[in-house]
């Protein structure tokens, strides 16, 4: 295949992508989440209206356990200025711990707490239900071959990181 066709493919992909996002994460269904959460998980969602700069945070910290508040900024693309809210605001949330590095006392890190790895595991569970609901409407040569497409896209989106 040569580069000539990397417009197409690319143009594919992204119909791809807003196909997923339309049919299997469309917002309707998402906010059918928090109808059937726990008491604690729905207060936290309730408590938190988190903009995106947060979530990826918490999400960044899902990967990492615990970072350097610097090092988190510099991965992420958010200034250093702009962490000192974001990481208080998680505090205030319950989801961050922020303590000193027990190697470097100037080193600041920070780490999700309990509640926020009890939310972010509620939240894919029920993402995870969601999906399966859907899927339940597929055939089972559909599912077979739902199955072998995703391995396969799952090893070749791995090499475009």
């Known amino acids: 295949m040569c580069n000539n066709d990397l417009p197409k493919i690319a143009d594919s992909f ?18 059918k989440i928090s109808s059937f959460c726990p008491k604690s998980i729905k207060d936290c969602i309730e408590d938190c209206s988190i903009p995106p700069s947060h979530v990826k945070v918490i999400l960044y910290l899902t990967e990492s356990n615990s970072s350097p508040i610097s090092q988190i900024a510099t991965n992420l693309g958010i200034s250093k200025s702009n962490m000192t809210p974001i990481i208080d605001n998680l505090i205030c949330y319950g989801l ?24 972010f595991e509620f939240i894919r569970s ?22 072998s497409s995703i391995a396969n896209l799952s090893g070749i989106m791995k090499k475009l990181k």
């Open 14 to 31: 992204l119909d791809f992508l807003w196909l997923t996002r339309d049919n299997v994460f469309n917002l309707n269904d998402l906010t």
């Open 96 to 119: 961050v711990n922020r303590y000193n590095d027990p190697k470097d006392r100037r080193i600041l890190r920070v780490e999700l707490t309990e509640k926020a790895y009890e939310l």
């Open 126 to 147: 029920s993402i995870k239900n969601l999906c399966i609901e859907k899927l339940n409407r597929l055939s089972n040569e559909e599912l077979i071959i739902l199955d």
